[in-house]
């Protein structure tokens, strides 16, 4: 009987491994670390659940929705409390609501009269048709203008990556706004147009995807998937070399300080991409993931901070806050969790969970957690009015957090179809490869596991016939 191995027990790995398990092929997953889950923590403690890592999980696409069916976790999901709707952008020193409909865009003050002008000039901004790749930033600004840039974009582009717009690649970071732009010639005639054709292929925007978490947390997802998949979950078992052989594929793990082999018929690689960089790949065409290691991965801390509800000035009557760089504050952006799920704070209490480091500030990331306090205190004093001293802080330092789409990235996701190609058997998946957020991860999980099953069943027609 074929085996699988999947390297890597975040998200993508689990997801793979439990539909390969669903398609009755024997699978084995490896994880170095002594946790499943990834990047993906969520803590209880003193009637907090703190979340470092994703809060929320964005339902893109069915499969998502399909996922939590299959694992039978439906009466967990957690829908977030609809009075969260608001999401600020500080600009002039404090959160400003964002509009939430053309008629809010044009009496909002976020944006001055000229930016308010450049949205309705942008149906008339002429396409580019040189297909040069263009970072964020100078897409923006030639359909926008500067102030969309500097007081929007920025501050989203910090709360989703990390990173910095004018390094992020457009087409590679978000490639449904360079195809708004190749196809409808622009981005607000492209959204308008769009929506029936989303709909025929059961997609959702990411900004209208509705979002949910479980009762106990995110962890609760990468917690059921690895109980269901039981004995077949190797944690503390880092895979170091993979050599190809006539059967499928040798894996050399280390464990608990001593080296062992294993035989698989395929591998699925659902790590990182700086892990890949270093992973020894002996196929029978040479071939090499070390460029890889040149991925950036800014670092990045989560501090949750508890206070009494009391000594907290600002409604809470939101999502969260992002901030741009030009705003002038340490932190990246905060979510307001216990709005979010009123589950999240013990009663009388909020929970606000900030980002901090990133691109922007990277050596922000690496400071004593006393000093990430203390600047994420002093930010949220001035932007929330937080008054007291906090009931409860916790923090996590991710040296390597999140892979940033630079323009150029195209030569990467190039070399990693290069190595499919040359290493047959050999499969690649995850946030490095298929979209940075939970849901591109757990979609690329599910179709990863697709194509081992095409993989396997080809592979057993061509041995039948040999
Ligand atoms: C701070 C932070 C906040 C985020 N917030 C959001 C959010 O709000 N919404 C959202 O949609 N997304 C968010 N994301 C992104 C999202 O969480 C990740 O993209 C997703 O969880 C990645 O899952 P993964 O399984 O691909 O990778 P990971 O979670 O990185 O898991 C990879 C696993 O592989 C293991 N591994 C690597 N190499 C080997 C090896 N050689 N042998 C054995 N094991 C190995 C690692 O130990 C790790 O456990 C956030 C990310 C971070 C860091």
């Known amino acids: 009987m074929k085996s699988v191995a999947v390297i890597g027990g975040g998200i993508t790995g689990l997801t793979a491994a439990f539909y390969l398990r669903r398609k009755n092929i024997p699978v084995t997953l490896y994880e170095a670390s002594g946790r499943v889950g990834g990047v993906i923590q969520s803590l209880h403690k003193d009637g907090y659940i703190a979340e470092f890592g994703p809060n929320t999980i964005l339902e893109t696409s069915p499969k998502i929705g399909q996922l939590i069916r299959d694992a039978n976790l439906e009466s967990r999901k957690l829908d977030p409390d609809p009075k969260a709707e608001n999401r600020y952008v500080v600009r002039y020193n404090h959160p400003v609501a964002m509009p939430g409909s053309p008629l809010g865009f044009f009496t909002t003050n976020l944006f001055t009269f000229k930016a308010k002008l450049a949205v309705l000039r942008e149906p008339f901004v002429p396409a580019r048709r040189d297909g ?58 492209g959204q308008i147009l769009g929506v029936r054709e989303r709909k025929k292929r059961g997609e959702v925007a990411k900004d209208r995807a509705p979002k949910f978490s479980f009762d106990e947390g995110l962890q609760v997802l990468p917690d059921t998937l690895r109980e269901i998949l039981g004995d077949s979950v190797q944690l503390n078992t880092a895979v170091t070399k993979l050599t190809q052989t006539a059967e499928g594929w040798t894996l050399v793990l280390r464990k608990e300080g001593r080296e062992i082999s294993a035989e698989h018929s395929a591998v699925i690689y659902c790590g990182t991409a700086h892990r890949l960089a270093e992973l020894q790949i002996q196929s029978k065409t040479p071939v090499s993931a070390a460029p890889l290691s040149e991925i950036r991965y800014p670092p990045v801390a989560s501090v949750v901070l508890g206070f009494r509800r009391e000594d907290v000035t600002h409604p809470l009557d939101g999502f969260g806050m992002l901030i741009p760089k030009i705003a002038g504050f340490k932190i990246l952006g905060s979510i307001i969790s216990s709005s979010l799920f009123s589950n999240r704070a013990p009663a009388g209490h909020v929970t606000l969970t900030s980002y901090v480091g990133g691109e922007r500030y990277p050596e922000l990331a690496a400071l004593p957690a006393e000093e990430l306090y203390r600047i994420t205190c002093e930010d949220l004093k001035t932007l929330l009015a937080v008054r007291g001293e906090p009931t409860f802080q916790h923090c996590v330092f991710y040296p390597k957090a999140i892979p940033q789409y630079n323009v150029g990235y195209g030569r990467y996701r190039d070399l990693m179809n290069e190595i499919e190609a040359k290493a047959p058997g050999l499969f690649l998946a995850g946030h490095y490869r298929d979209g940075i957020s939970l849901s591109d991860s757990i979609v690329s999980g599910c179709n990863v596991a697709d194509r081992i099953g095409i993989f396997l069943a080809t592979d057993e027609t061509q041995i039948e016939h040999r």
């Open 132 to 189: 040069k790749e263009e970072s964020i930033a100078e897409f923006v600004v030639r359909r926008l203008g500067r102030e969309f840039l500097d007081h929007a974009i920025d501050a989203l582009v910090g709360g989703v990556y990390a990173g910095d717009p004018n390094k992020l690649s457009v087409q590679q970071a978000f490639p449904k706004l360079a195809q708004l732009e190749a196809k409808y010639g622009s981005m607000i005639k």
